[in-house]
């Protein structure tokens, strides 16, 4: 996921642009110099100049390379095909998986879900990811629900506590 | 003063906090050993259980959570030379050198004691620093305040390992995303595309979560297995360590300081605190040939810096509600949400509680060092756990934990976007440090800018007249120009910049 700052630097820009714009077009408070619309027109176009910058390669000579600690006698280095970096997108994903079906599927079931597909996708088999997805749910639940009587939503499979 | 003292006391020998404090002691233990999950991370997904306990419990678990995951992090260091959490990532090499030198005791004991000291020096610093501060900030007008969230922001950009540009940016981004909701002058929804979602604003806690704890299992996904701890029988741990105490006694000291000064400086924290205090040491040290090869005298500077900067943090946390660094950021969350608004009134209306918070940070340190001793012994069970059982069970907390904030469904889109947004950013360079402080610190600055300028009328200059305002303008517009000063004067110079290669 790697862009170049030329990319992310026109993109803020856009996105400073447009937040200026909109902060622009807000009512001003009646009788009062200054309202709502100031600080975002200020912010948009701070952030709007800094894309610029960025995008121009200014600043770039401060960056410091990340000090990698290369892993000794760990696995060979992923496979790097386009596909691959999909995968990243998996977490944020299942949140919204859960957002979408938690309240009829209730939590266990929506929660053992995605305990087995997160667990699978980093390297469990199934012996360690199907005990998992049935005992995690249960103990997020116990201490969640019952401990700190947050309202999960009880769905097709309702706790008996 | 005596009096104060026995009422917090009393507030913190309760069940309630007793219980709170060792449990989240070897909560933060576990998550900050357990290589890729940090410290802000550990606290982040607290915060849901904190809102169920009394206000002195609940920062009981976040003072004591994040004291034991900053030191628990020099344990995989040591042992894997992979850091537990980022602030251990500065000496993780050297300490790794001392394991393979048969020296793991000495060096994961230098990591128990000389945190546990630097913690302390960091909670004395609180103590004294903090009351005298407030009875200058009582004075304070929304000018001051202004400036002074302004240049805690500047700080938080100037101190980011990355291009100070691209910090600003993630800065303004930060602010942006505090300009949602209708929490603002005009009393207008702004930004919120006619979601009503968005009209309370983005809380600070989801987004954090997002940033710190998603983003965290997204990189997992991409990154191999670090391998299991290879199982070993410890000697002694603190033996030595008296020892080295004497002889490395102005390091410690000194390391001590640079972290107070880095914890109270905003936006940075204990991992730059350990970055600053190594790099002192080797250049200060009479054998700097030695660095590299397994020498304790960085290990007992950085060590006792990164803690140090933990405590002395919440120092602009607890006083103006400007986070010294992003587990603090979290602290003023908690803090406002139990009713301890930040602010030098604090210091005499809930001054009870405020000693109550230095009894926790200096019990926090204390008992780090027997839990730290087990801790290291059971490392190598606790560390066999794999990345595959732990990394679910964090996304678990991840949704549940941002739906309990309020009971709200929408949190938990929150975390995902977030998620997303913290991972995209750092991969192209982005600091998130600099984007948390600015959604926190948003509410405020824009309040302070706007009550300025219409108390102004508009004008600019009475920004500048007060004369602590005056100074700390200067201040903000020094550290605003200063990157800009440099670039132009490396230009000028004409040195070959050293390329930063695209990985």
């Not at chain 1, 995968?87 to 979408?100: E, G, K, S, T």
């Not at chain 1, 995605?114 to 012996?127: C, H």
Request: aromatic share 10%; with cysteine; glycine share 10%.
């Amino acid at each position: 996921m790697r862009l170049p700052d030329r990319v992310t630097g026109l993109f803020l820009v856009g996105l400073g642009a447009a937040a200026a714009y909109g902060g622009w077009q807000l009512p001003p408070v009646p009788g009062q110099p200054v309202g709502p619309n100031v600080f975002p027109l200020v912010i948009g176009t701070g952030l709007a100049l800094c894309g610029l910058a960025i995008a121009f390669g200014i600043g770039r000579s401060f960056e410091e390379e990340e000090h990698l600690i290369p892993v000794e006698g760990g696995q060979p280095p992923p496979p790097t095909s386009k596909l691959y970096g999909l995968r990243a997108l998996l977490p944020p994903a299942l949140l919204l998986f859960y957002v979408a079906i938690a309240d009829r599927l209730g939590f266990i079931l929506t929660a053992a879900m995605i305990v087995y597909v997160t667990s699978t996708a980093l390297g469990a088999r199934w012996k360690v990811a199907l005990p998992l997805a049935l005992l995690a749910p249960i103990g997020i639940h116990l201490i969640f629900s019952k401990l700190l009587r947050v309202p999960l939503p009880p769905g097709v499979l309702p706790m008996p506590w | 003063m005596l009096n104060t003292l026995t009422q917090a006391f009393a507030l913190i020998t309760t069940w309630e906090v007793i219980i709170a404090i060792l449990a989240a002691s070897v909560y933060g233990l576990v998550i900050g050993s357990l290589p890729g999950l940090s410290a802000t991370m550990a606290t982040a997904l607290l915060v849901p259980v904190t809102f169920y306990l009394s206000p002195i419990a609940a920062i009981a678990t976040i003072v004591a959570a994040s004291t034991m995951a900053i030191f628990a992090g020099d344990i995989p260091g040591a042992l894997l030379r992979i850091p537990g959490t980022p602030a251990s990532a500065a000496y993780a090499d050297e300490a790794y050198a001392m394991t393979r030198k048969g020296e793991a005791e000495l060096a994961l004991g230098a990591g128990v004691w000389f945190s546990a000291v630097g913690g302390i020096a960091g909670t004395l610093s609180l103590m004294i620093l903090a009351p005298p501060l407030a009875e200058i900030a009582l004075s304070f007008s929304t000018f001051e305040y202004f400036w002074l969230a302004f240049l805690g922001l500047m700080c938080a950009t100037l101190v980011a390992r990355s291009s100070p540009v691209k910090a600003i940016a993630s800065m303004f981004i930060g602010l942006l995303v505090a300009c949602i909701g209708i929490e603002n002058p005009g009393g207008v929804p702004r930004f919120t595309f006619g979601m009503t979602d968005l009209f309370g604003g983005i809380e600070p806690i989801p987004a954090l979560v997002g940033v710190f704890a998603v983003a965290q299992v997204m990189r997992a996904m991409l990154t191999p297995e670090p391998p299991p701890i290879p199982r070993r029988k410890f000697g002694s741990i603190l033996a030595g360590q008296w020892k080295l105490t004497k002889k490395y006694n102005w390091q410690m000291t000194r390391g001590n300081i640079i972290g107070i000064i880095i914890g109270v400086l905003p936006g940075a924290g204990a991992d730059m605190a350990a970055w600053v205090s190594y790099a002192m040491s080797k250049r200060f040290s009479k054998e700097p040939e030695k660095f590299g090869t397994g020498h304790v005298e960085g290990l007992v500077e950085a060590g006792a810096s990164n803690n140090a900067s933990i405590a002395s943090g919440w120092v602009p946390s607890l006083l103006f509600g400007i986070p010294g660094d992003t587990i603090a950021a979290i602290a003023i969350g908690v803090l406002y949400m139990k009713g301890l608004n930040p602010g030098p009134t604090l210091f005499t209306e809930k001054a009870s509680s405020m000693y109550a918070i230095y009894l926790m940070f200096i019990i926090a340190n204390i008992i780090m060092i027997p839990l730290g001793i087990i801790m290291i012994r059971l490392a190598s069970h606790v560390l066999r756990a794999p990345r595959s059982t732990v990394m679910p069970v964090i996304m678990l907390c991840c949704a549940v934990g941002s739906f309990a904030i309020g009971n709200n469904i929408f949190g938990v889109v929150i975390v995902a976007t977030f998620g997303v947004i913290g991972y995209v950013m750092e991969e192209n360079g982005y600091p998130v440090a600099a984007m948390v402080l600015g959604i926190v610190m948003g509410t405020m600055i824009e309040q302070s800018f706007v009550t300025s300028l219409i108390k102004s009328d508009g004008s600019v200059l009475p920004f500048f007249e007060r004369p602590i305002a005056a100074i700390l303008a200067a201040m903000a517009i020094g550290a605003l120009i200063w990157p800009v000063l440099v670039w132009v004067w490396r230009k000028l110079k004409r040195t070959p910049v050293p390329a930063a290669s695209a990985r």
